[in-house]
């Protein structure tokens, strides 16, 4: 175990759905991060909040949104996906920005959209 | 901008036998290096960084990496390889110059041991 916490593991959705991915760390960490990991794809770094505040966000679909209401916790909030959409998400966390440290994943959800 | 390439889609090695993943990257200033490893249907885990000093570096599971900046890259290596450790290896690069702390990881790796 990572300490990095993700619910659920899997998740079938239709494109009309709304649903929300949750993590959750007890590291005391201050930095999150969402990333999309697609079959023959690199991992793609959707979103990054240091101190519960969005500092990137790489062109990602509004269909996505993310939100983070403590330094603990990170949602990423779905609706009306597309087949394309799915992959599996990864939350990721580190002590902060500012140091070189590694980063700890959680185990991602398999999210299918159909 | 910064970028890492694993030009090798699978590496099919024997059970005892040496191995290495390789890795090259690019960065403006100066590397930060990781590798991380994935087991299936899991996320990923760390596995060693180079931030400075000693070229080699040794990590978990017996794995080691060695920094060759002339040649820009940041190889994976074990003596010798166990059918455990068969699993998706990602390098990942921060470009010092990079104010924040943002990784940049290759297409992954997919390591096979067999008996």
């Known amino acids: 175990e990572t300490g990095v916490t993700q619910t659920p593991r899997h998740l079938v959705m239709g494109m009309t759905n709304k649903k929300s991915l949750k993590c959750e760390q007890h590291?005391?960490?201050?930095?999150m991060y969402w990333y999309k990991q697609s079959a023959k794809k690199p991992l793609e770094l959707m979103f990054v909040?240091?101190?519960?505040?969005?500092?990137e966000n790489n062109s990602v679909p509004s269909r996505f949104s993310p939100e983070c209401p403590n330094s603990s916790h990170l949602f990423l909030h779905l609706h009306t996906l597309q087949p394309e959409d799915s992959a599996l998400y990864l939350c990721a966390s580190s002590q902060d920005l500012s140091r070189v440290t590694e980063a700890f994943f959680g185990q991602g959800t398999r999210l299918t959209v159909v | 901008a910064q970028s890492v390439a694993q030009p090798e889609d699978q590496v099919n090695v024997a059970e005892g036998n040496p191995l290495t993943v390789k890795c090259t990257y690019s960065?403006?200033?100066?590397?930060?290096l990781f590798w991380y490893v994935q087991y299936p249907n899991r996320g990923l885990q760390f596995l060693l960084k180079y931030i400075t000093g000693d070229n080699l570096v040794k990590g978990s599971y017996g794995f080691e990496a060695e920094f060759n900046k002339s040649q820009t890259s940041f190889h994976l290596k074990k003596p010798s390889a166990l059918v455990s450790d068969s699993a998706l290896y990602f390098c990942?690069?921060?470009?010092?110059?990079?104010?924040?702390?943002?990784?940049?990881f290759g297409g992954g790796t997919r390591l096979m041991v067999k008996p």
């Open positions: 909040y240091s101190l519960e505040e969005r500092v």
């Open positions: 590291l005391g960490h201050n930095a």
């Open positions: 960065v403006s200033g100066n590397p930060y």
């Open positions: 990942a690069v921060r470009d010092t110059g990079n104010a924040g702390n943002m990784l940049t």
